[in-house]
């Protein structure tokens, strides 16, 4: 039998302070660039005395700078000790500064506590899609008029690229960061991550590369949008090292996250849990994490060839010396449409998970979901040219992949399917995670309708790169993944943290949000075929109207995330009113742990019942239950 | 750490499974391999599609023929250092012998790609080709390295679980023997490598002599 230890004296503050944990990461960060800075001077023949003057154009001395900064970051997290244990010959730990005696402090620093790291998740991303939604202000407040009244032009098309990038990359682990890593050992009746080290690690580079993307303020911005095309790319200021560094160590930590958790799904499941009995969360999770160790990879080396040709001068994006600014393009959206499965399939998966909780009926269709997740999957590999349909490729591909992503509709029927067959005769409770899923099937049918006018090349060629394909993306993006991710808060976040949010703040914010999104988004398709293009800031006296329609509707869609902050601030750290074990009488394993949350989650190995989903039936006599249920009735 | 050896005991939990890290080691390498081969492929594509559209004619600017023989001496000494070191890790009494062996033909592998870069007649900037080289096998060698610091970490966990003995008792957060532990990730570094050194070979034939 293993064991734990009984609580002990925490050491004094001061002490607590001393070490590897965030302050040192910080600082070693600091150092580490300026140590970058300085070599990457070095090798381009920059004296350091001069760097004021030359620093911000040399892009080697970025880019080293970016490297050495995020690696004194992580050593000074802490990330160096375990490998430099490993190289001495120790044998392999797979717990760190678990123990609760450490406070708040394991928040920040290195803590292999899967729960610990998904509340890390869950602030760190929180921060970051907070940033990037002022930056969707900033953005209407300037299309506010059709001439420039507030930006330039290079700024505006920063915050343009600042924002898409920021969300693109932050929101791609939104979910699969905190609640994937928060629920899916307990789901499957494991205690921890396969690889915790791992774990911890993808959410402090996330962090560092948030504030890589950041300092692309300080060295002129890109231009570029958040798809970084070429040769915009090549020929940008240094900004762009930025976006790229950004983009790069979200790419690692994309890989690294999805590796451990389908490591974790494939090798780690309790007796009993079968692949036909995995809660369909879990399966959302497998199809995204089998995309994400694919695909980014892809992206990252698309990035490390744009690296190249900015500092050792490759060539590959440049057309005149052999390159081509097209293999970016391809390599780019190979990655790029996976990408916004990635985004979608966790948004799916807590629609389908949480549906059966609140109609007190099975899910319907459990195989059809999988079956329809696994194909979106599969299929979102064959379809990346229908985002080259404009650029003049050859034109005898067009109709293979105008039919592919006309396809892939199908798959996504099923979960539509699913989710109608789940509510029919359900008895619903229209709760605060409820409405969510209701407004994820809402946006979600107007986002796909929509995506197919884009798959279809001759709608897609008077469509392609206008306010049409922006608001397509949003109402699957946002509508999609940002809608579950709030139904995913208010759902779990009682279980995470021990407190209950306010349900009634939680409606006000739901319907602001629900009504403000459609506000802003809706009149954004008929700009479109209007004939107003993305990435503009100028346009037409005509579109100024519906331009300031979005721009106010965008504005209280922002207030409504005011709402939600301060309910997180009420309800957590003001009110915190100690929640119900099990306050949705949810059957999923999860729930059936005591709140709050023991570190070690459970004592035993639990064994799981044959059905997952067993609302309105009686229990199937075979197994035995985890532990007594926390609460709850059929 | 979780828990101290000297600390008073309060609470028995239940250890996990045996078998479930040691499934992860096998499951990981493997999924790893998807992972590093659509890395890898990104730069097949670009030497394909480059060469096949020969944008401005800019294939190849001038002379740009990298060292045959160069290219072949890597190529096989990262074969023969995968093949040494995956027999070894299949036979416990020789892993330690092999995987030296292994270690060292990497290691002069990898030195000699920069060797080579020193000896090239051409430059980055000298055409698809040319980028294509650079960037492929640059990659390829800087990954290398950090191979090598994985089989390192196996080499050196044999070398002290011999010293010790091999048999030291399991270890608060470890959830299965050291020793299975220690084959399991000798076993999934192998495989890796030897993974490795084929993309190694595969990118020798595509780079030097398609």
Same mark, same amino acid.
Not at chain 1, 241 to 258: C, E, K, N, Q
């Given at each position: ?20 944990? @965030? ?124 001439? =420039? ?87 940008? =200021? ?115 998970? @949480? ?120 109402? =699957? ?158 | ?210």
């Amino acid at each position: 039998m293993s064991t734990i230890a009984v609580p002990v004296a925490r050491p004094p503050l001061w002490r607590r302070l001393v070490g590897f944990n @965030l302050l040192a990461g910080i600082a070693l960060g600091i150092i580490g660039y300026v140590i970058g800075q300085w070599i990457g001077g070095r090798f381009t023949g920059v004296n350091i005395a001069y760097y004021s003057k030359t620093a911000g154009q040399n892009d080697i001395a970025i880019m080293l700078g970016y490297f050495f900064g995020v690696v004194g970051f992580l050593i000074g997290m802490g990330f160096a000790n375990y490998p430099i244990q490993r190289m001495l010959g120790y044998p392999p730990t797979l717990a760190e500064h678990e123990a609760e005696e450490e406070g708040v402090g394991r928040y920040f620093r290195l803590c292999t506590d899967h729960k610990v790291v998904a509340i890390q998740y869950l602030v760190g991303i929180g921060v970051f899609f907070f940033i990037g939604g002022l930056n969707a202000m900033l953005i209407r407040t300037e299309l506010l008029q059709p001439n =420039t009244h507030v930006f330039g032009a290079n700024q505006y098309l920063t915050l343009v690229g600042m924002h898409g990038t920021m969300m693109m990359g932050m929101m791609t682990s939104g979910i699969l960061g905190p609640f994937a890593n928060w629920v899916v050992p307990p789901m499957i009746g494991a205690r921890r991550m396969a690889f915790p080290r791992i774990e911890s690690f993808t959410f402090w580079l996330l962090m560092a590369a948030g504030v890589v993307l950041i300092t692309t303020i300080f060295f002129g911005g890109f231009q570029t949008g958040w798809t970084g095309y070429q040769p915009l790319g090549d020929q940008n =200021t240094a900004g762009y090292d930025a976006y790229i560094g950004f983009f790069a160590l979200v790419g690692v930590s994309m890989t690294l996250l999805g590796l451990n958790l389908a490591v974790t799904i494939i090798s780690m499941r309790a007796p009993g849990m079968t692949w036909t009995r995995l809660p369909i969360f879990v399966w959302s999770v497998l199809a995204t994490a089998a995309l994400m160790f694919l695909a980014a990879p892809m992206l990252i080396a698309a990035l490390l060839m744009g690296a190249m040709d900015r500092t050792i001068q490759t060539a590959f994006y440049v057309a005149g010396q052999g390159g081509s600014s097209y293999l970016f393009q391809n390599l780019f959206w190979v990655f790029g449409h996976p990408e916004v499965y990635i985004v979608a399939l966790p948004g799916f998966g807590i629609v389908l998970e @949480l549906l059966p909780v609140f109609a007190r009926k099975p899910l319907w269709g459990y195989r059809l979901a999988v079956s329809g997740m696994l194909g979106v999957g599969l299929l979102s590999f064959f379809v990346w040219q229908h985002h080259l349909f404009v650029s003049g490729i050859n034109a005898d591909l067009r109709p293979f992949y105008m039919l592919s992503t006309e396809l892939i509709s199908l798959p996504t029927g099923f979960t539509f399917l699913c989710f109608m067959g789940t509510l029919w005769r359900g008895r619903i409770r229209f709760t605060v995670p409820m409405l969510f899923c209701l407004a994820w099937a809402f946006n979600f049918l107007f986002g796909g309708i929509s995506g197919v006018f884009l798959s279809d090349v001759p709608s897609d060629v008077t469509t392609h790169g206008s306010f049409f394909s922006m608001a397509h993306f949003h109402y =699957t993006i946002m509508g999609g993944l940002v809608f579950t991710f709030f139904a995913a808060i208010y759902y779990w976040v009682p279980k995470m943290t021990g407190f209950n949010l306010s349900e009634r703040l939680g409606k006000v914010h739901f319907w602001t949000m629900f009504l403000a999104f459609n506000s802003t988004f809706a009149p954004l398709f008929a700009l479109g075929f209007m004939g107003m293009p993305r990435r503009v800031v100028t346009y037409n006296p005509s579109f100024q109207a519906l331009n300031d329609w979005a721009s106010v509707s965008a504005f209280i869609l922002g207030i409504s995330m005011l709402i939600f902050l301060y309910n997180v601030v009420w309800s957590l750290l003001i009110k915190r009113e100690p929640a119900e074990a099990n306050p949705w009488h949810s059957k999923s394993p999860e729930w059936q742990l005591a709140t709050p949350v023991p570190v070690y989650d459970f004592e035993r190995t639990p064994v799981f019942d044959p059905d997952p989903y067993p609302y309105g039936v009686e229990p199937v006599p075979v197994g035995r239950p985890v532990v007594a249920p926390a609460g709850g009735q059929a | 750490m979780e828990a101290s050896a000297s600390a008073p005991l309060a609470r028995h939990i239940e250890p996990e499974p045996p078998g479930w890290q040691l499934r992860a080691v096998w499951v990981a390498v493997r999924l790893w391999i998807g992972s590093a081969s659509f890395f890898f492929l990104s730069f097949l594509f670009a030497y394909f599609y480059l060469r096949s559209i020969d944008s401005n004619n800019s294939w190849k600017i001038g002379q740009v023929n990298p060292s045959i023989g160069l290219g072949l001496a890597i190529a096989a000494l990262l074969a023969l250092s995968a093949i040494v070191f995956r027999l070894g890790a299949m036979r416990p009494s020789d892993t330690l012998g092999a995987g030296l062996a292994a270690f060292v033909m990497a290691f002069v592998a990898i030195v000699l790609q920069f060797v080579e870069y020193t000896q090239l007649s051409f430059g980055a900037s000298q055409g698809g080709y040319a980028s294509v080289f650079f960037g492929w096998t640059a990659t390829y060698a800087v990954f290398g390295v950090g191979c090598l610091y994985w089989i390192e970490t196996q080499l050196a966990s044999l070398w002290r679980a011999r010293r010790e003995g091999l048999n030291r008792p399991v270890r608060e957060g470890v959830p299965t023997s050291d020793i299975a532990l220690m084959r399991a990730g000798i076993d999934a570094c192998s495989f890796f490598w030897a993974y490795y050194a084929t993309v190694g070979v595969i990118s020798f034939i595509i780079l030097y002599l398609v």
